[in-house]
């Protein structure tokens, strides 16, 4: 789903462009409701496990993979507007320093890859959790769905902007076919991501995950014969409840999944590579302006070793990830801890 450049025109790129930067402005104030002491630090770490996973390309189809979008999950565990940035942050590592998806339409992907599957994935989180059994298994069963819907959205918008932008004659019909039908296939491995990965957060630390942030229910008790909420109990001290064990657990497996296991992904082109090679979309597709980074197509220059070089690049790209992100969502804390912004804590607190 990485557009390059040369596939949707110039206008329509900078059209993009100027939405995804509202877009983020937008999420930069949003963030700061969403952000606590607590859920800050995963918000960087969230960023660096979406940048492992979405090096490993399963196959879904002869000769096409996918990997993994990251909105869906950046949406439920960190919230929307820090989803948002969480993928916004990811594309732009991912382009600058990997030469994957183009300069020109980076507004295009993160409109496509961060926008529009973060709201649509959230939208229907919510509605689901709304209506199923209240449940850490409801949490799960709607963190799939939700993903799983997120992704063909995703094939759709990028239908929409090249029916308006497109630089070569194709066929629309033939383009959305394409596009929707395999990303709905893909969408099934990243639901199945997105479910596993909520689902064992939840089950050990609930009050980090947001959307699970109402999973706990208030004890009610009986006084003269009348069901009463009972008072709130005080939220555990900062310290007793510090996410350091979470946080270091799942950079270590960022560093594994991108370091090791990424070596063993799919080399079939992804669904949108496919897509553009099957129906002749990137006849006008233009070399990537870092082409010659020493990073770029996920290896390091001079390292002869596959292995080793992709590994390396791996590893560099979780670090750089997960410091840029971090960064990111330290200044949004302190920004809503300074700003009038700032609520009480038991506003913000997790469930």
């Not at 607590?38 to 096409?64: E, Y």
């Not at 939208?123 to 069963?141: C, D, N, Q, Y």
């Not at 070089?309 to 920004?335: C, D, E, H, K, Q």
Request: hydrophobic share 55%; charged share 15%.
């Amino acid at each position: 789903m990485h557009v390059p450049d040369g596939f949707i025109d110039a206008p329509t790129s900078a059209v993009t462009g100027v939405v995804a930067a509202a877009a983020v402005a937008v999420s930069l104030r949003g963030a700061r409701r969403e952000l606590d002491e607590r859920t800050a630090p995963l918000a960087g770490l969230v960023a660096a496990f979406i940048f492992a996973v979405q090096m490993l390309n399963f196959p879904v189809a002869a000769g096409t993979s996918g990997h993994l979008l990251g909105g869906a999950l950046a949406a439920i565990l960190v919230g929307p507007y820090t989803g948002v940035l969480c993928v916004s942050v990811v594309l732009l590592m991912q382009s600058i320093l990997f030469a994957d998806g183009g300069l020109t339409a980076l507004g295009v992907n993160i409109t496509n890859m961060a926008i529009v599957t973060t709201v649509v994935a959230y939208a229907v989180f919510r509605l689901l959790v709304k209506v199923l059994p209240r449940g850490r298994r409801s949490i799960t069963v709607a963190s799939f769905a939700a993903a799983l819907l997120s992704v063909p959205a995703a094939a759709l918008a990028f239908t929409l902007m090249f029916a308006v932008g497109g630089t070569t004659d194709v066929s629309l019909g033939k383009v959305l076919t394409a596009m929707v039908g395999v990303h709905v296939l893909i969408g099934l491995g990243e639901a199945t991501i997105t479910a596993l990965t909520v689902g064992a957060v939840v089950a050990v630390r609930p009050d980090l995950v947001y959307g699970a942030r109402d999973l706990r229910q208030r004890l009610r008790l009986r006084v003269n014969g009348e069901l009463v909420d009972a008072p709130a109990a005080e939220p555990a001290p900062v310290a007793a409840r510090s996410p350091r064990k979470i946080w270091v657990v799942g950079l270590v497996t960022s560093l594994i999944l991108a370091g090791f296991v990424s070596f063993y992904a799919s080399a079939s082109p992804d669904g949108l590579e496919k897509v553009a090679a099957d129906h002749g979309i990137d006849k006008k597709a233009e070399d990537h302006a870092v082409a010659d980074s020493p990073l770029a197509d996920y290896g390091v220059k001079d390292v002869t070793d596959a292995r080793l070089s992709g590994g390396l690049a791996g590893v560099i790209g979780v670090g750089v990830t997960v410091v840029a992100g971090s960064a990111v969502f330290w200044a949004v804390r302190r920004r809503r801890a300074a700003g009038p912004a700032d609520v009480s804590p038991a506003s913000t607190s997790g469930a």
